[in-house]
């Protein structure tokens, strides 16, 4: 048995002039910098302290059992003499960066180069920074540095671009 198609109906409608407002207000709210926004030298930066479990939940995710990561016996042996983070889940919290505060909420990854450069073990508290280094206007592509540290020293270093829409 086949239903009746409904009306169309807009959501303005529905909702009325003042609640689409409403929306609208609150979607520029979730918006991060617009291309015009932004300058060369910018900065913002997330921390958060590596516990054993998000660990073993990066593992769980991302598949990545690698013992290294998982076995205290197996990682003992290594030259890390004991177990580390993911390097892909420490440079997660660049795109943390990227993606909530700098450029933020509405731009598109394009690229990003990674080189690790020393291990981050639990109970460890990771920076990572980003900052902005050139803005291309043709593309709107924004390129930036991208470090992650655990105090003074660098654990990765970087370059991302990212495209960044314009005002509306």
Do not use: W
């Not at 709210?29 to 302290?49: C, N, P």
């Not at 920074?129 to 654990?155: A, Y």
Request: net charge negative.
């Amino acid at each position: 048995m086949q239903h009746p198609a409904a009306p169309a109906v807009s959501i303005g409608k529905i909702l009325g002039t003042q609640a689409m407002d409403q929306i609208a207000s609150n979607m520029n709210e979730l918006h991060g910098y617009y291309f015009e926004d932004l300058e060369v030298g910018m900065t913002d930066i997330f921390g958060k302290t590596l516990g054993e479990a998000d660990i073993t939940m990066f593992a769980g995710i991302s598949g990545d059992i690698n013992p290294v990561h998982l076995n205290h016996e197996f990682a003992s042996e290594t030259m890390f003499e004991g177990r580390i983070a993911h390097g892909m889940l420490t440079a997660s919290f660049i795109s943390t960066v990227i993606g909530t505060k700098l450029p933020g909420p509405g731009c598109i990854y394009v690229n990003q180069a990674l080189r690790f450069k020393a291990p981050v073990k639990a109970g460890e508290t990771v920076i990572a920074r980003v900052t902005v280094m050139k803005m291309v206007p043709e593309k709107h592509f924004v390129e930036l540095q991208t470090q992650c540290l655990v105090g003074d020293r660098v654990v990765i270093d970087g370059e991302a671009t990212v495209m960044v829409p314009t005002r509306p």
